[in-house]
């Protein structure tokens, strides 16, 4: 009886300093995760002791400054401005947002806060790390009088197989949990409720408010949907959703991938990007009763700004050599670079017209995107859009799929990186030294493909060659 009520009364959500001092005291919290996120979107820090925590760490720790140089095998590769073996690789300080500070449910007595990353000896934040660039950019929006609201919505796969099964098995032969297309499929996912309904309560209860969970277009694959928030907030929300994703299957046994494309014959996992602004006042300054599908002339600006700086702003959208894989005709993932209404085939997707609602989803982004970077790329683009008031394009109509002579989404990471590279709207917006930061990071992937030899070519050419 006593364990059951301890069970009921145990806290969720979110907390205040004093609030998790009190659950230290209590013995409830033993373990706080002090987490920054790294240029891949991953969360990268330390579990502190509680008591340790409460008492002084909360106001900072220390860690290497090489988790904002390395790649996705945390190497630690030459060529970066910021740090080097050189310059010795000296610390950054993290800084916990208290803001962020939450119960983590699946996590036995522990709690997460997400960390700010600041240079040692000025204190001021690192300009490339994921979270400043975003805060730069909805600083920006502030001093117009404007908040972005966004939301991302996540595709993945359930499998099988645990981590360290897939990992000896060579990421071959895998089994989805499922065995066919299971969009919308209530039996079908069914057979995945044991992670899903983890995922769904763990998250809702670490203050992430979830709305609902789906079985998406190809076995096994499922799509995870929350409340829309601040742009800075929803970041946050996806980092820690991604992160608790694969801890929950872990716990049971089994493993999720947010791949872009894991799979050749399969569907590929997309991060649709929702995304509206509003005034002081709370008023959607996206919507007007007058105008063509309840459209204001700040959104159809936006819009145009994010439809002229498409191609730049793609590589914080698609970072990986995989990322380009997931973009084919038929699988309702974009291919063009291009406004509609209700359209699933356009990159750029109107939705809840003629309603307080109306927005932009950009479905160009894959589930391996950072989302701090993804935003604050569609921020800067939409932000240049308004100020140059740019005119929008006439809307398309139709299969996109099949339509020649519109704008192309890049069709590889070199040109994306490219168009990244020489883009004057990002580097007004986020400074030279960002921009070539994260142009570096692009070369470093590209150059680790290029040398590598696939088991595609090695099947095509061992004997035929």
């Known amino acids: 009886m006593l364990r059951e009520e301890t069970k009921k009364t145990r806290r969720t959500g979110k907390l205040t300093l004093e609030e998790l001092r009190e659950l230290v005291g209590t013995g409830e919290i033993d373990t706080v995760v002090v987490a920054q996120v790294d240029m891949q979107g991953r969360l990268m820090g330390k579990r502190f002791q509680a008591e340790f925590f409460v008492n002084s760490a909360w106001e900072e720790t220390h860690c290497c400054n090489y988790l904002l140089a390395t790649d996705m095998e945390m ?149 995870i949907n929350v409340r829309y928030s601040d742009a800075l907030k929803m970041a946050d929300r996806h980092s820690i959703i991604k992160n608790g994703c694969k801890e929950m299957a872990w716990q049971q046994g089994q493993s999720v991938s947010f791949m872009a494309k894991w799979s050749y014959e399969a569907a590929g996992n997309s991060s649709h990007v929702h995304q509206s602004l509003w005034g002081k006042n709370g008023e959607s300054l996206f919507h007007d009763p007058a105008g063509e599908y309840g459209m204001s002339k700040v959104m159809r600006q936006y819009l145009a700004g994010l439809l002229k700086h498409a191609s730049e702003i793609t590589y914080f959208l698609a970072p990986n050599i995989n990322s380009y894989k997931r973009f084919a005709e038929g699988t309702f993932a974009p291919t063009k670079a291009i406004w509609s209404l209700d359209n699933r085939t356009a990159g750029y997707r109107v939705c809840g017209d003629g309603t307080k609602a109306v927005r932009v989803e950009c479905r160009v982004g894959g589930a391996d995107l950072n989302p701090y970077l993804a935003m604050a790329a569609l921020l800067a683009a939409g932000i240049y859009g308004i100020e140059n008031e740019l005119e929008l394009e006439p809307e398309f109509r139709g299969d996109a799929y099949g339509s020649a002579d519109i704008r192309e989404i890049p069709k590889n990471l070199r040109d994306a990186a490219q168009e990244m590279k020489s883009s004057n709207m990002l580097r007004n917006a986020f400074g030279d030294d960002v921009v070539e930061h994260y142009a570096h990071a692009a070369k470093i992937e590209q150059d680790e493909y290029d040398r590598r030899v696939t088991d595609w070519e090695v099947a095509r050419g061992f004997e035929r060659a």
């Open 75 to 223: 190497n630690t590769p030459d060529g970066y401005k910021s740090t080097s073996w050189e310059a010795g690789y000296g610390d950054y300080v993290m800084k916990p947002d208290l803001d962020t500070l939450r119960v983590i449910p699946w996590l036995e007595g522990t709690a997460l806060v997400l960390c700010d990353v600041l240079d040692h000896h000025t204190h001021k934040e690192v300009p490339h790390s994921p979270r400043a660039i975003l805060k730069k950019q909805v600083d920006r929006l502030e001093g117009m009088g404007m908040t972005a609201n966004m939301a991302t919505e996540l595709e993945f796969f359930i499998f099988k197989q645990s981590y360290e099964e897939a990992g000896a098995q060579g990421y071959r032969g895998l089994n989805p949990v499922s065995n066919y297309n299971e969009d919308y499929h209530i039996f079908q996912t069914t057979k995945e409720e044991n992670v899903m309904r983890a995922i769904r309560n763990g998250l809702n209860g670490a203050d992430i408010p979830v709305e609902c969970s789906k079985g998406e277009a190809d076995a096994g694959q499922e799509e």
